[in-house]
Nanobody, 127 residues
């Protein structure tokens, strides 16, 4: 059974930083595509960042230059470093793992392609 547990969210002032973590059990992140998504109240879920099996990454335009996704294959943990946070970054952030297409190795920002999701961690950025 695959389980994903996010942590690291919380309140932060604009311009500040947070590091989100996703602890994974039941599967090995080294051999899977992983992703971070977010959903703000009243808005649709959107992709934030993803990392493929080989370590290649993909970012949403709003995340480029501010967010960094990484994975620790030993700890089986996915991370998202977020800098220069803005009030519009306020959202619930979710970790996702394992693509429905087992043959795809590249990063994906499409939420519908993932099989497993965490419960989320709230990020609130105040101005």
């Amino acid at each position: 059974q695959v389980q994903l547990v996010e942590s690291g969210g919380g309140p932060v002032q604009a311009g500040g930083s947070l590091r989100l973590s996703c602890s994974v059990s039941g599967t090995t992140i080294q051999t899977n595509v992983m992703g971070w998504f977010r959903q703000a109240p009243g808005k649709e879920r959107e992709g934030v960042a993803s990392i493929g099996r080989g370590g290649t990454t993909s970012y949403a335009d709003f995340a480029k230059g501010r967010f960094t996704v990484s994975k620790d294959n030993v700890q089986n943990t996915l991370s998202l470093e977020m800098n220069s946070l803005k009030p519009e970054d306020t959202a619930m952030y979710y970790c996702a793992a394992v693509l429905k297409n087992p043959w795809r190795a590249s990063a994906s920002l499409e939420g519908g392609q993932y099989k497993h999701w965490g419960q989320g961690t709230q990020v609130t950025v105040s101005s």
